[in-house]
């Protein structure tokens, strides 16, 4: 049986579905429009997770099919662990031999993004893409000329900081909020040299503002939500995305927990923190990130312990953000389901939206901005 909140999740869900709903007769986002939209979800990638496989365990059957049921043209992958530990320079290289593995299993289904041109080669056939892309620089043991040879493996996008400081500057837990170090602002140089696209996300409000002044080259905060709308950490505020807008930059909206003050997070939140993000940013500025995995999590048992697990090793490891709890879905509820971003579609037409801001949210920003980073 459901725990008392996850069920409120549940009933919540339904309310919030109907709110988004203005009538019966609203249609949708047409289904012939979506098999033919460019569809980038910033941060996910295919898999299944909280089933208790381990870490690294070959994709199923089942992800594959969801993978290829999503619609989704690509996503930014993230290779390498998160947070300050020993040994992530190994970690990150047998990460990237893993999704190597599973491209080389798997061409049918999988196609490697190094240039903007091969999302339209994923698109025309039926593939999804796959962007390497880091959530932290600890793997970089403070060396700089390393991002060059992880560049060559195929990473294209690098986020300096994740939740704590680290050698390149302060992640969005560090109350001190000390900005990038000088280090970190040479990196955001190295990044620009090598055409990567800098992603700005997990980084205090310092580090960010810091970053989009520093980057000669449109940038990117590729999952958060708008601060203005719910003050946690993970979010970020109107000043720092009218920046990232000013400088042709583009902002994922996640899937998160973060998108609501307290209790269950739904689809209605999505979309607010949406309509929210274009009105400081415009809609040239806005896409998704959704931070999760394509196939939907099954609420039962075995989920509920490893969701537990998890968050309690975050918490224990330091990098867990207020607003992570064990008492909540992990996920929209809404959009619990491989097609999740036709179904965000379907409620910003709903919402009045039209075709034109629909197809740059679902992707058309950000193949926009990876064609205008990754030159060479």
């Given amino acids: 049986m459901l725990t008392r909140r996850l069920a409120i999740g549940w009933l919540g869900a339904t309310t919030a579905a109907l709110r988004l709903s203005p009538g019966l007769a ?27 496989a381990p870490h690294g365990a070959p994709l199923t059957t089942r ?34 031999a893993s999704m190597e593995r599973e491209l080389s299993e798997h061409p049918d289904f999988f196609l490697k993004v190094l240039r903007a041109t091969d999302l339209t080669l994923a698109k025309s056939t039926g593939r999804m893409g796959l962007i390497f892309g880091f959530q932290d620089t600890s793997m970089l043991d403070g060396d700089l ?10 990473v294209r996008i690098c986020q300096p900081t994740y939740n704590r400081r680290n ?6 837990l560090e109350a001190a909020d000390g900005g990038l170090s000088q280090l970190g602002l040479e990196l955001i140089g190295e990044i620009n040299r090598l055409h990567m696209l800098l992603d700005l996300s997990h980084a205090g409000r310092r580090a960010i503002a810091e970053g989009i002044a520093a980057g000669k080259a449109p940038m990117a905060i590729t999952h ?25 930059g583009v902002a994922g909206i996640y ?4 998108l609501h003050a307290s209790g269950q997070a739904h689809a209605e939140d999505v979309v607010r923190h949406l309509e929210h993000a274009v009105d400081v940013c415009g809609e040239d500025h806005v896409g998704i990130g959704t931070d999760r995995t394509i196939s939907p999590i099954a ?3 075995s989920f509920r312990e490893s969701h537990r697990k998890y968050v309690e090793e975050r918490r224990k490891a330091g990098i867990a953000a207020p607003g992570e709890s064990a008492d909540f879905l992990p996920f929209i509820p809404e959009y619990n389901e491989p097609r999740r971003l036709k179904k965000l579609a379907d409620d910003l037409a709903q919402r009045g939206w ?13 193949a926009r901005l990876f064609a205008e980073v990754w030159t060479a």
């Fill in 26 to 52: 609203a249609e949708g986002y047409p289904n012939a429009r979506y098999a033919k939209a460019i569809v980038i979800d910033a941060l996910g990638g295919p898999g299944e997770i909280f089933t208790g």
């Fill in 63 to 96: 992800a594959l099919d969801d993978a290829r049921a999503s619609g989704v043209t690509a996503v930014n992958v993230t290779v390498g662990e998160v947070g300050n530990g020993p040994n992530q320079f190994e970690k990150t290289v047998a990460e990237i």
């Fill in 145 to 154: 000329h390393r991002l060059e040879m992880f560049r060559d493996l195929g």
């Fill in 167 to 172: 050698l390149m500057g302060d992640g969005c």
């Fill in 224 to 248: 958060t939500g708008c601060r203005a709308l719910v003050d946690l950490p993970r979010n970020t505020d109107d000043s720092s995305l009218r920046a990232l807008a000013d400088k042709g």
């Fill in 255 to 258: 899937f998160m927990q973060f």
């Fill in 299 to 301: 609420v039962n048992d």
């Fill in 354 to 366: 039209k075709t034109a801001r629909i197809e740059k949210i679902l992707g058309g920003n950000f």
